[in-house]
Structures are given as structure tokens and as C-alpha cells.
């Protein structure tokens, strides 16, 4: 098993009903914690979610270092990106703005 792998797996349990963020309904996501990847400057992609913040920070932070790119934390009951990552290193959200 590769760390890429593994990593997809743990992202996988985080899920109720093991589908991505993208593919459920509003209602559905509603209390979770979503990891998202910077595509291009201003544009985000769901990468997956989580019930807890904590879960959401570890796989946010693992998934910057090892791609050393850019990741935050959605939080959607509250709609504001609580943490992002850059190169596995934690960086100012600049006052929790919101997800586009």
C-alpha cells in the first residue's frame, strides 16, 4: 500500500456512505469538515470530509506535505474555512473567509 493509497482509504472512512463531499446533497454535509485543494489561485476542489475538526487538520496538514500544495479546512455548519496548509505548514485563513 502506497502513502497515497492509504491516504484515499482514510478519506474514504471519514465518509458517511463512503461518497465525496461533491457528490451529496447540502442537507447531507451539514456538521462536517471538508478538506479542499488549491487548483489554481481562488479555485478549490473537494478532496473529502470529515465529522471532526481534528480528523479534517490531520488530513489537511498530510495531504499539503505530501503533495506540497495548498489545502484548508471547511467548516460547513458555520460556512468558513477554519485552517489552511501550505507545504504542510499552517498559514493564516485571513479572517475566515468563506468558501467560493
Known sequence: MT????????CLAGLTGKKRHSERSQAEVGGMFCVHKQVAHGQWVDQCCFKTEFDAYVSAMT???????????YDSTFQEVTMAFEMGMEIDVGGKETAA
Do not use: L
Not at 3 to 10: D, E, H, V
Not at 63 to 73: A, F, H, I
Open 63 to 73: 495531504k499539503s506535505t505530501e503533495t506540497m500544495g495548498t489545502c484548508r479546512v
Open 3 to 10: 502513502a497515497s493509497s492509504g491516504y484515499k482509504q482514510k
